[in-house]
């Protein structure tokens, strides 16, 4: 065969490979093939700049439409992890994932394919302290932030974004200039699942549909390292979509998304909390 030949016949299957669908690309990058009964995502929200969302901490939240809903995880990954990922792929939905830096260290493979399957994936602090990086001294609370998005960047092979929950939504003006300075956004929830407690599946899963019904929207926050919640996702998925909820995606991107202001007479549940007087249903820090 000549020298032109065999560059005609390169360039042919280089062409034939990139349009093989996922699944016959490899086993790595195999979506399932989902059918229209499938939730799926109905948009993708880029998120650039340093916002501060969520309105169980902060004032404002991500502009979000009536009945659109953003999936987050936090704490994994975890062994469960696999069985919420699987959950997600059945219905070809994103969300976004929140690992702490020493869980992504010990477990890279899972943190890989939360990337592979199209998830975002951002940093919960190295270690998640008990005391939250609020009741550390400024120098360790900020050495848990970097290295704990150090840790998820490794792990995932650069492929991470700079999105950061602060474990126990505890944060400080000054780990909050921190962020701002190193264009991290900083997520809060609007929602909790409070999976922090142990319940049933269906339990977990009335809970989680009375409280979205209520609000209509809104960032929700689930742990992927419990598994009444990995064994609660299909139904919730489920029910999503029977109920005419929609998923927004988030993704890393250059500008800072729209907000919607917090309603009047808000005021921030975390707040509450570290004064000693937070809501009963409010996440401990050792659980969340």
């Not at 190295?126 to 490794?154: C, F, I, N, Y």
């Not at 029910?239 to 929609?246: H, V």
Request: glycine share 10%.
């Amino acid at each position: 065969m000549t020298v032109k030949k065999r560059l005609i016949c390169g360039v042919l299957l280089s062409l034939a490979l990139s349009r093989l669908s996922p699944a016959q690309a490899g086993p790595e990058s195999r979506p399932p093939s989902c059918g229209p009964d499938a939730l799926g995502v109905s948009r993708t929200l880029e998120i650039g700049g340093a916002p501060q969302v969520g309105l169980k901490t902060y004032p404002q939240t991500l502009a979000l439409e009536d009945h659109e809903v953003v999936l987050t995880f936090d704490d994994g990954p975890a062994p469960t992890t696999r069985k919420v990922l699987d959950a997600l792929a059945a219905q070809c939905v994103k969300a976004t994932f929140f690992l702490i830096g020493r869980n992504a260290e010990a477990m890279p493979e899972l943190a890989r394919r939360e990337i592979a399957e199209g998830h975002s994936v951002g940093s919960h602090s190295w270690s998640h302290p008990a005391k939250s990086l609020r009741g550390l001294d400024l120098a360790a609370g900020l050495a848990e932030m970097e290295r704990g998005d150090r840790a998820v960047q490794t792990a995932t092979g650069g492929k991470a974004s700079h999105f950061l929950r602060f474990p126990g939504f505890g944060d400080s003006p000054a780990l909050l200039e921190a962020a701002r300075q190193r264009q991290m956004p900083v997520f809060g929830a609007d929602l909790w699942a409070s999976d922090w407690n142990k319940m049933t599946p269906e339990r977990e899963l009335d809970l989680v549909m009375t409280r979205l019904r209520k609000a209509g929207r809104g960032i929700l926050l689930l742990h992927d390292i419990k598994g009444q919640t990995a064994d609660m996702l299909p139904a919730l998925l489920r029910t999503l979509k029977a109920e005419g909820f929609r998923i927004v995606h988030l993704a890393p991107g250059a500008k800072a998304p729209e907000l919607r202001p917090a309603p009047a007479g808000w005021s921030s549940e975390t707040e509450a909390f570290y004064r000693g007087k937070a809501q009963p249903q409010h996440p401990s820090l050792s659980a969340n």
